[in-house]
C-alpha cells in the first residue's frame, strides 16, 4: 500500500511539474510565488507535511522532496532544500522497492523467516525518523516561520487571523518565531511517530503473516487520510493533522513504553549474541504484564529475589528516578515457555489459568529452569499460544490488554496482600 502511495505521488507531481511548465508564459520568482501564497495554507501545508512524515518518515521525506522537485521550475530547483535532490528521494524509493520485494515475498514464506526483515525495516524506519526530525522538521517550521513572519497583515483571511492573533504580537515584540514553531513541530513529529512506530512494532511482535499486511493496510490508511484530506483542502489537512496530534500525544506515554518494549525484543533478535552475554536469570529482565500490581503495563525492571525470599520486580519511574520495588504474588507461581519470550504468571489451584505478571526479554528463551530453580518454581509449561484462530485472539489479546483480569479469580483462598511499590 505505501509503495502504490508513493508511486502516486510521484506520478501526480510529475504531471503537475510537466503541464505547469507547459501552461507557465514566463517564469516567475521565488518572491512573487510567495506574495500569491496566504500564510495560513503555508501553515497548513507545514504542518500537513510534519504529521505525514511522521506516519512514515522515508516515504514522507521521499514523497515531499520529489513533489517539490518537479513542481518547481527547472532553473529554480538549484535552490530547493536537501531532501528535494533526486539522489536523496530517489534513494529512498530504492529502499522502498526493497520493502515491497520483502512484502510480496513474505507473504510466501513463513513468518518466522519474514521477521528479521521486518526487524530490519523496524530499524530503517527508526534511523529515517532520525534524520527527518533532525533535517526535515526544523527546516519546515522554519519555513513555515519565515513566512508567517513576513507576510502583511492584509494577506490574513479566514482561519488565518487565529494564527495572527497568536503569533503576531511575539513577531512584533522582536521575538523570533522560529523558537516557537520549531520545538512545536518537533514535538508533534515526536508523538505522531512514536504512535505510528508502534504499528512497525506490533508487527515485529505478530506471529501471523495476514496480521502484518493488517497493520501495515492501517499505517497507510492513516497516511492517505492525511494526504487526500489536504488535497481537498488546505485547512482540511491542517485539522486532520492536528486532530492526530492530539490524540497521539495523549498516547504518547502508553506508546512509548510499547516501543521501548518492541526495541527491546528487536535488539534480542538481532544481536543475539549480545544479548546472551548480558543475561542474568538471577536477576532477570522483564516487563510488567498486568496492571494490578500498580504498575503501568510494559513498565521495564529486573525480577530479583529479596533478603527475605519474597519475588519482587524493581524499577526506575522514567529510568531516571530512585528505584523502586513491587511484591509480585509469592503462591502458585508457574513459568510459561513462550513463542518469543517466557513469561512468570500465576495459575490458578487446578492449572487451568494463568495471569501473565511479567513478560522476560527473548534473551532468557532458554533459560527458564535456570530462572525457575532461582525463583522456587516447580511448574514450568507451554504458553497458552495455539494454533490457528485461537492463537490469534489469544496475541490479539495479550498486546492490548491492560491486565483486567484479576489475579484474586484465579485462587479460590484468600487474595494476597496488594504489592506496595
Not at 45 to 71: C, D, H, K, M
Request: contains cysteine.
Amino acid at each position: 500500500m505505501k509503495y502504490i502511495i508513493a508511486a502516486a505521488i510521484i506520478f501526480c507531481a510529475s504531471l503537475t511539474g510537466n503541464l505547469q511548465a507547459a501552461n507557465a508564459p514566463a517564469p516567475e520568482s521565488e518572491s512573487a510565488k510567495a506574495e500569491e501564497r496566504l500564510p495560513g495554507v503555508d501553515f497548513a501545508q507545514g504542518i500537513t507535511e510534519i504529521t505525514g512524515v511522521a506516519v512514515s518518515p522515508l516515504l514522507g521525506v521521499s514523497g515531499v522532496g520529489a513533489w517539490r522537485y518537479f513542481n518547481t521550475q527547472e532553473h529554480l530547483r538549484a535552490s530547493l532544500p536537501w531532501f528535494c535532490n533526486p539522489y536523496v528521494w530517489g534513494f529512498g524509493l530504492c529502499v522502498l522497492s526493497l520493502c515491497f520485494l520483502k512484502d510480496v515475498v513474505g507473504v510466501a514464506v513463513p513468518s518466522i523467516i519474514k521477521k528479521p526483515f521486518d526487524i530490519a525495516e523496524l530499524i530503517e524506519d527508526k534511523l529515517s525518523a532520525l534524520v527527518a526530525s533532525t533535517a526535515f522538521v526544523p527546516l519546515i517550521a522554519h519555513e513555515m516561520s519565515t513566512t508567517f513572519a513576513t507576510a502583511p497583515q492584509a494577506a490574513y483571511s479566514g482561519g488565518s487571523h487565529l494564527l495572527l492573533a497568536t503569533a503576531m504580537p511575539l513577531a512584533t515584540a522582536g521575538f523570533d518565531l522560529r523558537f516557537l514553531f520549531i520545538p512545536l513541530g518537533m514535538a508533534a513529529f515526536i508523538v505522531v511517530w512514536m504512535t505510528s512506530h508502534a504499528i512497525n512494532v506490533l508487527i515485529v511482535l505478530s506471529p501471523f503473516g495476514f496480521i502484518d499486511a493488517i497493520l501495515k493496510a492501517i499505517k497507510m490508511f492513516l497516511l492517505g487520510i492525511v494526504v487526500v484530506s489536504y488535497v481537498i483542502n488546505p485547512y482540511l489537512g491542517a485539522a486532520v493533522s492536528l486532530f492526530f496530534i492530539a490524540i497521539a500525544a495523549y498516547l504518547a506515554p502508553t506508546v512509548f513504553r510499547f516501543s521501548f518494549f518492541g526495541t527491546m525484543f528487536a535488539k534480542d533478535f538481532i544481536l543475539p549474541w549480545m544479548a546472551k552475554g548480558s543475561t542474568t536469570p538471577e536477576c532477570a529482565h522483564a516487563f510488567i504484564a498486568h496492571k494490578s500490581l500498580g504498575v503501568p503495563v510494559r513498565t521495564f525492571g529486573k525480577v530479583t529475589v529479596s533478603a527475605d525470599g519474597r519475588v519482587v520486580f524493581s524499577y526506575r519511574p522514567c529510568f531516571v528516578f530512585s528505584a523502586k520495588t513491587v511484591v509480585l504474588p509469592s503462591e502458585n507461581l508457574s513459568l510459561g515457555k513462550g513463542v518469543l519470550y517466557p513469561t512468570l504468571m500465576r495459575s490458578n489451584e487446578a492449572n487451568t489459568s494463568h495471569v501473565k505478571l511479567v513478560m522476560f526479554l527473548p534473551r532468557y528463551r532458554s533459560h527458564e529452569h535456570k530462572i525457575a530453580e532461582h525463583y522456587g518454581i516447580t511448574n514450568i509449561h507451554d504458553s497458552s499460544l495455539t494454533k490457528g484462530f485461537k492463537a490469534v485472539k489469544v496475541w490479539i489479546k495479550e498486546m492490548i490488554s491492560s491486565g483486567s483480569q484479576k489475579i484474586e479469580e484465579l485462587t479460590k483462598d484468600n487474595s494476597p496482600t496488594n504489592p506496595s511499590t
